[in-house]
């Protein structure tokens, strides 16, 4: 089943009320400029060791505040979003905008309709996450004072400095903790969620100057 919601801004106003779809919590605000609004998705199951990501298509639209059916679409948007890229800023064609303000008429809402089209979501801390295909494959991690598993394959594939580690001090079913020290947990957690495609945003971390960056 579809996850679907929509979002109403009055004409002017600055943000919309907060609303659940699915497991993710979004907000709109509008911009000072008048012709670019902002779609903020979030994760209702928040964690500093979950990574996640969520895309989701939809419209903007104006309905008459006294039609109940009248309404005019004047925007197509899509994004995806994760724990590293909440905020999607989409700006819409100011003479689209006045073609379905003459359609609809005032007083009239801006509506903003969202659909999730695909979502993933792993707690690293859980031994049984998402990313964890088989327990002989994941390995147990202390990152900056949490305890993380991790899948061994996708890491080393990705890692030179991890495929070393994993052949010279790891035995296949090993369940003991591997502290890995002065790591920024941060940094290690969109690491990960990058080398399984999970995490599209980069941003202003410098992950790839790290000694376990992606080779």
């Known amino acids: 089943m579809a996850h679907t919601g929509v979002i109403s801004l009055e004409p002017g106003k600055e943000s919309g009320p907060d609303i659940l779809i699915g497991e993710f919590e979004w907000q709109v605000i509008a911009d000072p400029d008048g012709i670019t609004l902002t779609i903020v998705c979030t994760s209702s199951k928040w964690s500093s060791t979950a990574i ?26 899509n994004a995806t979003f994760d724990d590293f890229g909440t905020h999607s800023k989409q700006e819409y064609s100011k003479e689209n905008f006045s073609k379905a303000l003459a359609k609809v008429g005032e007083p009239c809402l801006l509506r903003i309709h969202i659909e999730i089209v695909s979502t993933f979501y792993a707690d690293l801390k859980d031994s049984n996450n998402a990313l964890i295909e088989n327990s002989f494959d994941a390995v147990l991690f202390k990152v900056d004072g949490e305890n993380l598993w991790i899948p061994k394959k996708v890491l080393a594939a990705h890692s030179l400095y991890f495929a070393t580690l994993f052949e010279n001090s790891f035995k296949e079913g090993d369940d003991d903790v591997h502290e890995l020290e002065n790591l920024d947990l941060d940094n290690f957690i969109q690491f990960i969620g990058i080398v399984h495609s999970v995490t599209e945003y980069i941003g202003a971390l410098n992950l790839w100057n790290k000694p376990w960056r992606a080779s």
Do not use: D, P
Not at 66 to 72: I, L, M, V
């Open 52 to 77: 996640w990501n969520c895309s989701a298509v939809g419209t903007f639209a104006l309905a008459s505040a006294n039609e109940k059916h009248k309404e005019s679409v004047f925007h197509l948007w």
